[in-house]
């Protein structure tokens, strides 16, 4: 019996999987199938701790948030891991945390979304270089799979054994396999710009920190100015994010119809926005020309 | 309602005939009498004698559905899934017993390799088959499954096996296979290759009260290195380049080894492999799972669980096994010795490994002393160890081994591994353009 890898996935390609898979016999582990073929039973990350919320009166319930450059995971604890529910409970807010957790997804009975969410085996905090130490590690997995999925497009037939014949690892491989017919191509665009993205994130934050640093004594302090994004930016920049987070649902989620109001709130509050603010920021949009209401309650980029 | 009565006579015929099918302890069991009273109450129902005998047969525990002797012989090539009554002609590689867990129960199976002339093929056994390392066996009433695309071949309690002499196998089946250390498998059977011996020691064993010298290193070439064992003195000397013709490859503790017993040749050769061309070969994590075990090989990972049983814990004195809490699972209640480990898993992103960091490793990593461990809280303790390890990079050297639950890294060397954040952006941002 295999021990299942933690796969390294940035927020966005993570939370964008609409594919669940589940083995038939009694104890199959199940899987969040990516976009990008990362078949993830496991998965590791570190990001900043952004919000940790009480769900049930007695407390044996908690949501949380972390937030990497793209996006923001949602983590669920609750009675069957009393430890670590009430470990999640103690952190400071914000503060750096790596994650080794359990896939989860949820699909409502009513159309095809899917909710991909993360049941934590242990939280650590940790310092700023070693969250930008991952994001770079993600960068080089996330690129083995675009380029993975790239070799499939030229390819009669998508397989796990031809993946490996050119050079794929295979666990690549065989996620890929299986994606490649499930999942819109043209996605893989919007991931080279996500990493190209992150990357810029880190060296805007290293610039940050060298004109910082100087002033701050302690490591964990100074941890804080490679976070420019972070709770402490301003209204402005908070606006920013906020417009860019509605942006891309839109963008990755609208048909040749448009998207549903309801979805995009759906989807925002699951990167941390809630429905008031998700409301501002679609006004916002419009104000600005960036989308469009062909119909009442359906939005579409211009 | 058709009644077939038989003269006493043919129902005793009948009767030995089913008798002389039974196992040794079924005949004792039983007497010629007893079966042809049974067989008679089935005739006297008007059931056919065929179908009557396969009934009882059944119900002493014999296979009925097609006797051994009208199969025709399958090649290991020529082997199709989902086959019963298979019936082989083959020479034993290898057999090893395997700990495996069956509804949460441990048990005892066998796996093993077979060749013939076609080829080599694994095999599984539920209990032990009768049969040794070298024989060359008639196996009747196996079967085969289908795992993940390849066939399976498997021994039930209906296999029957039968010693056969050497020459009913054609001369090539014995011929080794050219390989390098990297192609090396438990599968690939009998090798012949080219190595340096990198390291002999000479050890005393007894062997049916006889003293006998044996002598175990590792050989090494140009993909990696393996770890050896020879059965007979080959003088062989360190540093020493050697042709091996007709070793053979078997697992001891889960790592593929070169056997070399008197069936082998060695010559030494002219030509030397240089040791800087030996390579310790480096591996993603996921390579491990594919390989029942590795030698001398370099891995790294970001350590993301620190497990139960990290910390202080106390070995039994006798054993050196760590204590549960109601004592040594042997010795029982003893005064345990205070020990310092770390285990954790270590995963790579692709695959993952278990891991256990000995006292010294321990304390270098987290700059604290056994002593200075003892007196902090478990806790406190479990803090430290996440606070030193969790979410960093270690590199190892060692050797990995697979069990039932996983892959398992016996470290010679680990180390943390700091990354300048720095240098890698750069590097990052050049493998971007790739994608461009």
């Given at each position: 019996m295999k021990r299942e890898p933690a796969w390294r996935v940035f927020a966005m390609e993570y939370n964008d999987s609409m594919i669940s898979m589940k083995g038939e016999a009694k104890m199959a582990p199940s899987y969040v199938l990516t976009?990008?073929?990362?078949?993830?039973n496991r998965l590791f990350f570190v990001g900043v701790l952004t919000d940790v919320e009480v769900m049930s009166e007695d407390g044996s319930f908690v949501r949380a948030h972390v937030s990497d450059p793209t996006g923001v995971f949602t983590l669920f604890s609750g009675q069957y891991q009393p430890e670590m529910t009430e470990k999640l409970q103690s952190f400071d807010i914000p503060s750096f945390v790596a994650v080794t957790g359990k896939s989860r997804s949820y699909q409502p009975d009513d159309g095809d979304a899917m909710y991909a969410s993360v049941r934590p085996e242990e939280i650590v905090e940790v310092n700023a270089s070693l969250r930008d130490q991952w994001i770079l590690e993600t960068i080089i997995h996330t690129k083995n799979r675009i380029e993975a999925v790239k070799e499939a497009s030229s390819m009669d037939a998508v397989t796990m054994d031809a993946l490996v014949d050119v050079g794929f690892y295979k666990p690549i491989a065989e996620g890929i396999s299986i994606a490649f017919d499930q999942y819109d191509r043209l996605l893989v665009e919007k991931y080279v710009q996500m990493l190209q993205d992150a990357v810029d994130y880190i060296s805007m934050g290293e610039q940050a920190e060298a004109t910082t640093t100087k002033l701050e004594s302690s490591s964990s302090e100074s941890s804080m100015g490679t976070e420019p994004k972070m709770p402490t930016t301003t209204v402005d920049e908070q606006d920013e994010e906020a417009e860019e987070i509605v942006m891309n649902v839109i963008k990755s989620h609208e048909g040749e119809d448009g998207i549903s109001w309801d979805e995009i709130t759906k989807r925002c509050e699951k990167e941390g926005l809630d429905d008031v603010r998700v409301d501002e920021t679609l006004n916002s949009l419009m104000d600005k020309g960036l989308i469009y209401e062909p119909v009442l309650g359906t939005i579409k980029t211009t | 309602m058709g009644v077939y009565l038989l003269t006493n006579e043919n129902l005793n015929q009948h009767a030995q005939d089913i008798l002389s099918r039974l196992d040794d302890q079924k005949k004792k069991a039983i007497s010629a009498q007893e079966v042809a009273e049974e067989l008679e109450k089935f005739l006297e129902y008007g059931v056919p004698v065929k179908q009557a005998k396969q009934t009882l047969l059944k119900k002493f525990g014999?296979?009925?559905?097609?006797?051994?002797?009208?199969v025709e012989r399958t090649l290991l090539a020529d082997l199709q899934p989902n086959k019963r009554n298979v019936k082989l002609i083959t020479q034993v590689v290898s057999i090893n017993p395997k700990d495996i867990m069956v509804k949460g129960q441990p048990r005892t199976i066998f796996t093993g390799l077979l060749r013939d002339e076609s080829g080599t093929l694994p095999f599984t056994a539920w209990d032990k088959p009768a049969m040794n390392e070298g024989d060359i066996v008639e196996i009747a009433n196996a079967y085969t499954r289908e795992w993940q695309g390849k066939v399976q071949l498997n021994f039930g309690n209906q296999v029957i096996i039968e010693q056969k002499e050497k020459d009913v196998l054609p001369k090539e089946t014995f011929e080794p296979k050219k390989v390098t250390i990297n192609e090396i498998n438990p599968l690939v059977g009998t090798v012949e290759m080219t190595a340096k011996v990198l390291s002999i020691e000479e050890k005393e064993i007894t062997v049916n009260q006889e003293k006998k010298s044996m002598f175990t290193g590792v050989l090494g070439d140009s993909t990696g290195k393996i770890p050896f064992t020879a059965w007979k003195d080959f003088k062989l000397s360190k540093d020493s380049t050697i042709l091996i013709k007709g070793g053979y490859v078997k697992s001891f503790r889960g790592m593929p080894q070169i056997n070399l017993d008197e069936n082998a040749e060695v010559k030494k050769q002219k030509k030397q492999i240089k040791e800087s061309d030996i390579p310790t070969r480096s591996l993603h994590l996921f390579e491990l799972d594919d390989n029942p075990g590795m030698y001398d090989v370099a891995v790294s990972g970001r350590v993301i669980e620190i497990q139960q049983g990290s910390g202080i814990v106390l070995r039994c004195p006798e054993c050196n096994q760590v204590l549960r809490e109601d004592g040594c699972r042997v010795h029982g209640k003893v005064d345990g010795i205070p020990d310092l480990r770390i285990k954790c898993v270590v995963d790579d992103g692709t695959g993952s490994v278990k891991t256990v960091l000995n006292r010294e490793q321990t304390e270098k990593i987290i700059g604290k002393t056994m002593d200075e461990c003892k007196q902090m809280n478990p806790e406190e303790l479990h803090s430290l160890l996440n606070e030193s390890l969790f979410a960093r990079i270690v590199s190892m050297n060692g050797n990995s081994l697979q069990d039932f639950y996983g892959s398992t890294f016996l470290a010679d060397n680990i180390e943390v591994v700091n990354e300048d954040v720095e240098k890698k952006v750069d590097h990052v941002r050049n493998l971007l353009e790739e994608l461009e």
């Open positions: 976009p990008l073929g990362s078949k993830v | 014999v296979n009925t559905s097609v006797p051994p002797d009208s």
